[in-house]
């Protein structure tokens, strides 16, 4: 498995913009498709986006379509989401995932799909 630390959160006034990063250990980043899931209070984990391993396909929430961006730099272990136009209603914990597949199914929104997980980080969107 590997480990993952996320960072980059914090309090951002509504229509704001945020960039979380999400650290990968291990030599074998690049083997992995990397997830990002918020979970707002009282609510369950809820799918935001996810990278391919070679970070040539993406897929969203169809909620979130057209603010939020994944990325990754495979040189630095290292998975990306950008946030734009932020609502109150995004306030969340955000957490990175990682799932050990490089082939063509990559897409996977659900939690059970995923092998480790980061320990998140606060993302508070004042209104």
């Known amino acids: 498995q590997v480990q993952l630390v996320e960072s980059g959160g914090g309090l951002v006034q509504a229509g704001g913009s945020l960039r979380l990063s999400c650290a990968a250990s291990g030599r074998t980043f690049s083997r992995y498709t990397m997830g990002w899931f918020r979970q707002a209070p009282g609510k369950e984990r809820e799918f935001v986006a996810v990278i391919s391993w070679s970070g040539g396909g993406t897929y969203y929430a169809d909620s979130l379509k057209g603010r939020f961006t994944i990325s990754r730099d495979n040189a630095k272990n290292t998975v990306y989401l950008q946030m734009s136009s932020l609502k109150p209603e995004d306030t969340a914990v955000y957490y990175c995932?990682?799932?050990?597949?490089?082939?063509?199914?990559?897409?996977?929104?659900?939690?059970?799909?995923?092998?480790?997980w980061g320990q998140g980080t606060q993302v508070a969107v004042s209104s």
């Open positions: 995932a990682a799932r050990e597949y490089s082939g063509p199914f990559w897409r996977t929104d659900s939690l059970a799909g995923y092998d480790s």
